[in-house]
């Protein structure tokens, strides 16, 4: 079965988002989830075991479709709506609830930068042939809602949201325009975290790992 995927806003930054996980996965997988309202997230695999996601406004023949990340990435660039066969068994596990998320804290822009920076001086350092050592993704390097007052435990955000967020561009860089906010927003919903960025979110789930 062929999918289709028609955009009528947003497709330069699912253009990105595509490019930059087929450059860290050329096998990723995209999954498209229809709001009901007009409005499509797709989420994306990444080799963090994390997903990110952009909003577009559209279509797709059919909700929650899987298909290679790639082909959606060549559709893009050709403009065509023809998105490639379904593969829904490669993806791994569920998506995050559409709804229901709380949020917990907001992080100025320029301090996940700098954690990704320490981070890349790290796996450069220890990294092997598989990538960064499974220590340093899982290592807390934020915490936040520490005082609690949602009445819910403080977050703890792992160094693979940090690299997913930053390996897929989507926080500005410092010649960005100055209308685009410049903090990152922490929510939660059971065991996901999310992390929202001015060009798309991060998804972790704290149980059991999805990708590996």
Not at 19 to 39: F, P
Not at 52 to 77: I, Y
Not at 125 to 132: A, E, R, V
Not at 133 to 155: C, F, I, K, M, Y
Request: charged share 25%; hydrophobic share 40%.
């Amino acid at each position: 079965m062929i999918e289709t995927l028609e955009i009528s806003a947003g497709a330069a930054g699912l253009k990105a988002l595509t490019s930059r996980a087929l450059s860290l996965d050329e096998d990723a997988s995209a999954r498209i989830d229809d709001r009901g309202d007009g409005t499509l997230d797709i989420f994306v695999t990444t080799p963090f075991d994390c997903f990110a996601a952009r909003r577009v406004r559209g279509t797709v023949s059919r909700d929650k479709a899987v298909v290679a990340a790639k082909d959606v990435d060549a559709a893009l660039a050709d403009g065509r709506t023809e998105i490639g066969p379904a593969r829904d068994s490669r993806w791994p596990g569920a998506l995050p609830p559409s709804e229901g998320f709380v949020e917990r804290d907001v992080v100025p822009v320029a301090v996940v930068r700098d954690l990704a920076d320490q981070g890349r001086r790290l796996a450069r350092q220890f990294s092997g042939p598989l990538g960064p050592p499974r220590s340093l993704l899982n290592q807390t390097v934020l915490t936040v809602d520490s005082e609690q007052e949602t009445g819910g435990s403080a977050v703890e955000v792992p160094m693979r949201m940090i690299f997913t967020c930053t390996s897929l561009g989507l926080i500005p860089g410092p010649g960005a325009p100055v209308e685009l906010p410049r903090h990152l927003r922490i929510a939660t919903a059971g065991r996901w975290v999310r992390m929202d960025a001015p060009f798309g979110s991060v998804y972790h789930s704290t149980a059991l790992n999805l990708l590996f």
